[in-house]
Every structure is written in C-alpha cells, then in structure tokens.
C-alpha cells in the first residue's frame, strides 16, 4: 500500500510543484483575481505540494497501526508532527506569509509519515525495506526526468525568442 500510494502520490506532486503556476493561472486568474494573485497563490500550492505524498503514506501508515492494535503511536507522531508545524509557522510566517504556513504544513505531513513509516517497518520487522526502496529506483529516475522535463517546458515559456527555434532542451544543452 504505501509503494502504491508513493506511486500515484509522487507524480501528482512533481507535476504540481512545477506546473503550480499554470494551473493556478487557468483556474482562477480572472476579474479582480489577478497576476500578482496567481503568483502568490502558486507559491502556496507549491508548498502544499510537498507534502502530498507524506500525506497519503501517513494515512496508510496510520491504518496499519490500527490494525496491529496499537492506536496510541499514531496519535502521538501526529502531536509531536502538529508541534513542529505550530513551531515551524511560528518563526516563518513574519518572513515568508502565507507561504510558510503551506510549507508547515507540508512539512508536517512528510515528517509525520517519515515516523510513521520507520516505526511500522520497525514494528513489522525491516525485512521490507531494501526491497522497497531499490525496486522503486526506477521510478524515482522516472520522476527526476519527469520534473526535469515539466520544467523546461515551463521555462520554455517565460522565455519565447530567447533560443530562436532550437528546442528549449536542446538550447539548454548547447549552453
């Protein structure tokens, strides 16, 4: 469950950390909701997504949890992860605004499944493990090129003209 859940997770979040402003503008850039709106918005939204796929593992990782009877180690990772976002919002918000309280949070969600994870695998022996994370090697040379992909296109964007009609990979490569 939680290499299915990395596996549909981590490309929704790679895409939507790098394409935050795009789809913010199309969704909502309209009437008095205007550019200066968008960039700020997409910068939350690109917070929020680093913390999708700690979201989706720690829901999991809590229902294993439950159902090896113990339902006080999940409530306790998930005060201790509430503390670290209430103190990480804290000391950023007068610096960064409304981007700090995403990152909090998405910060929050990723290291409460990062406990929740290591204390599962402990409680159910770390025998799983290598094979969970070597086998998902592939993948994770999957998303690489896939952000590295996303971005580019982006940036192809922001600058039209700038490499003529080479392809914005290529121009990046011939630099």
Same mark, same amino acid.
């Given at each position: 469950s939680l290499r299915l859940a990395t596996f549909v997770? %981590?490309?929704a /979040?790679?895409?939507?950390?790098?394409?935050? =402003?795009?789809?913010?503008?199309?969704?909502? =850039?309209?009437?008095r909701f205007g550019p200066d709106e968008t960039?700020?918005? +997409? +910068? +939350?939204? $690109? %917070?929020y997504a680093l913390g999708i796929v700690g979201t989706a593992t720690a829901k999991i990782s809590t229902q294993a949890f439950f159902a090896l009877g113990d339902t006080r180690t999940p409530v306790k990772v998930a005060v201790c992860a509430m503390a670290f976002n209430?103190?990480? /919002?804290?000391?950023?918000?007068?610096?960064?605004?409304?981007v700090a309280l995403a990152a909090a949070i998405a910060g929050a969600a990723t290291l409460n499944a990062i406990a929740l994870t290591i204390l599962?695998? $402990?409680a159910v022996g %770390?025998?799983?493990w290598p094979r969970f994370f070597f $086998?998902?090697?592939p993948?994770?040379?999957?998303?690489?090129v896939m952000g590295v992909g996303l971005a580019c296109r982006w940036l192809s964007h922001l600058l039209p003209g700038r490499f003529g009609s080479m392809l914005f990979p290529a121009a990046i490569l011939a630099m």
């Open positions: 997770s %981590m490309p /979040a790679v895409g939507l950390f790098v394409l935050s =402003e795009p789809i913010v503008r199309v969704l909502y =850039e309209r009437g960039v700020g918005t +997409a +910068a +939350a939204v $690109t %917070m209430c103190t990480v /919002a804290f000391l950023l918000a007068p610096s960064l605004g409304h599962l695998l $402990t %770390m025998r799983i $086998t998902d090697i993948f994770i040379l999957f998303l690489i």
